[in-house]
């Protein structure tokens, strides 16, 4: 599985940005989707995930009430709405799937980066203060 995230880009404190993240083909499997970030200096970390029927989303908590993940198994896409942005959510981000092992089914466990098999390259937000 290959995973191309874009929709990245400059924007001011408050505004909005929608990011998508393209998987080149099914797996066969029923996957797990996430999004992770990463600033300078920073470890990775964990933003929010969807699960494959979307029924269950997870979320950081520094980001509830101003994100939203969203999936289209039909196109093989998964979205990340970003509103209220704040100069502190400025990262690359990054798309990750999570193709074996078990299933993720809490937040703590959606959080573990080693959870997932597969990422994307990344797509850069900044948010101008």
């Known amino acids: 599985v290959q995973l191309q995230a874009s929709g990245g880009g400059l924007v001011q404190a408050g505004g909005s940005l929608r990011l998508s993240c393209a998987a080149s083909?099914?797996?066969?499997?029923?996957?797990?989707m996430g999004w992770f970030r990463q600033a300078p200096g920073k470890a990775r970390e964990f933003v929010a995930t969807?699960?494959?029927?979307?029924?269950?989303?997870y979320y950081a908590d520094s980001v509830k009430g101003r994100f939203t993940i969203s999936r289209d198994n039909a196109e093989n896409t998964v979205a990340l709405q970003m509103n209220s942005l704040k100069p502190e959510d400025t990262a690359v981000y990054y798309c990750?799937?999570?193709?074996?092992?078990?299933?993720?089914?809490?937040?703590?466990?959606?959080?573990?980066?080693?959870?997932?098999?597969?990422w994307g390259q990344g797509t850069q937000v900044t948010v101008s203060s």
């Open positions: 969807i699960t494959w029927s979307g029924s269950a989303t």
């Open positions: 990750a799937a999570a193709v074996y092992g078990a299933a993720i089914n809490s937040e703590v466990d959606a959080s573990y980066p080693n959870r997932y098999d597969y």
């Open positions: 083909r099914r797996t066969g499997s029923k996957y797990t």
